[in-house]
T-cell receptor, first 115, second 112 residues
Framework: KAGVTQTPRYLIKTRGQQVTLSCSPI?????VSWYQQTPGQGLQFLFE???????NKGNFPGRFSGRQFSNSRSEMNVSTLELGDSALYLC??????????????FGPGTRLTVL | KQEVTQIPAALSVPEGENLVLNCSFT??????LQWFRQDPGKGLTSLLL?????REQTSGRLNASLDKSSGRSTLYIAASQPGDSATYLC???????????FGKGTKLTVNP
C-alpha cells in the first residue's frame, strides 16, 4: 500500500511569489492535515480537511490556504512568500476510526526555501 | 492551551543500552498520544499510538506508557542500536479534530 506522497519534494522561491504544494493521502484515507516544521518553532498545525471540508485551522495568517478534492488529495497555497515561510511542510493522512484510534501517517514533506 | 514538553532535548548512549524518553502534556483531556521518529530532513514515521483509555503499547523493542491523569508518557527503547539514532517526537490529539500538538523532540544518538 503506497504511503502519503507529497510533491514537489523541494522548492526554491523568492519573496513575494506564491507556491502550491500537493499531498496525496494513503488510499482510503479521507482526513488530511498539514503542518509546518521549522528549527525554531518545531511542528505547527496549519489545517485539517475531511471530505473536502476544512474542520480546523491553525494560527497562521490568511496567506496560507488549502483545499481538499473529492478524491481526498489536498493542496496548500502560500501567497506573497516571506523569508520566514522557509520550512519543511508535512502532510498527514488518517483513516477515521473514531477519535481515540486515529493514527496519523506522514509524507516525506516539501522543503520550501524562500530567498 | 495544550503544551507538550520532551526531556531531554538530546541524548547520547552507547549501543546496547536500554533508555527512556519522556513526554509531558499540560491538559489531560486528550484522545490519544502518538510517538514518532524523524530522520534528518525526512518525514515522520509513526511508532506507537496509545489511546487515552490505554496504559501502554508495545512494538518490538519499543514500549510506550501513558499516565493520562499526571500528563506523562514514556517511550522505552530496549537494547538500543545505531539505527535507532533519530529525533523522537511525541504528540497528543485533543478535541474533536485530528490536530496533533507536538513536543520539540528528543534527539537520540546511539554510538557503536
Amino acid at each position: 500500500k503506497a504511503g502519503v506522497t507529497q510533491t514537489p519534494r523541494y522548492l526554491i522561491k523568492t519573496r513575494g511569489q506564491q507556491v502550491t504544494l500537493s499531498c496525496s493521502p494513503i488510499s482510503g484515507h479521507r482526513s488530511v492535515s498539514w503542518y509546518q516544521q521549522t528549527p525554531g518553532q518545531g511542528l505547527q498545525f496549519l489545517f485539517e480537511y475531511f471530505s473536502e471540508t476544512q474542520r480546523n485551522k491553525g494560527n497562521f495568517p490568511g496567506r496560507f490556504s488549502g483545499r481538499q478534492f473529492s478524491n481526498s488529495r489536498s493542496e496548500m497555497n502560500v501567497s506573497t512568500l516571506e523569508l520566514g515561510d522557509s520550512a519543511l511542510y508535512l502532510c498527514a493522512s488518517s483513516l477515521w476510526r473514531g477519535r481515540a484510534l486515529n493514527e496519523q501517517f506522514f509524507g516525506p514533506g516539501t522543503r520550501l526555501t524562500v530567498l | 492551551k495544550q503544551e507538550v514538553t520532551q526531556i531531554p532535548a538530546a541524548l547520547s548512549v552507547p549501543e546496547g543500552e536500554n533508555l527512556v524518553l519522556n513526554c509531558s502534556f499540560t491538559d489531560s483531556a486528550i484522545y490519544n498520544l502518538q510517538w514518532f521518529r524523524q530522520d534528518p530532513g525526512k518525514g515522520l514515521t509513526s511508532l506507537l499510538l496509545i489511546q487515552s483509555s490505554q496504559r501502554e503499547q508495545t512494538s518490538g523493542r519499543l514500549n510506550a506508557s501513558l499516565d493520562k491523569s499526571s500528563g506523562r508518557s514514556t517511550l522505552y527503547i530496549a537494547a538500543s542500536q545505531p539505527g535507532d539514532s533519530a529525533t523522537y517526537l511525541c504528540a497528543v490529539t485533543e478535541g474533536g479534530s485530528e490536530k496533533l500538538v507536538f513536543g520539540k523532540g528528543t534527539k537520540l544518538t546511539v554510538n557503536p
